[in-house]
């Protein structure tokens, strides 16, 4: 996979205004509030997501 994961806002100040950080691989600059950041991916839960359980009536 070559194609790089694009964020859809900051994850500082919630603003859209997104562009690639051409010093860093992977870097994604925010230009309403001038941080940059990566995304990164960690690996999978071995367990899996829980499901919420219900509180509701069985009929």
């Excluded at 995304?39 to 069985?58: H, I, M, S, V, Y």
Aim: aromatic share 8%; net charge negative.
């Amino acid at each position: 996979m070559s194609e790089r994961a694009a964020p859809f806002h900051c994850p500082y100040c919630g603003d859209e205004d997104l562009r690639p950080n051409e010093a860093s691989h992977g870097a994604w600059e925010c230009g309403a509030c001038n941080r940059a950041f990566q995304l990164k991916f960690l690996g999978l839960l071995a367990r899996g997501l829980r499901q919420p359980e219900t509180g509701g009536d069985e009929i």
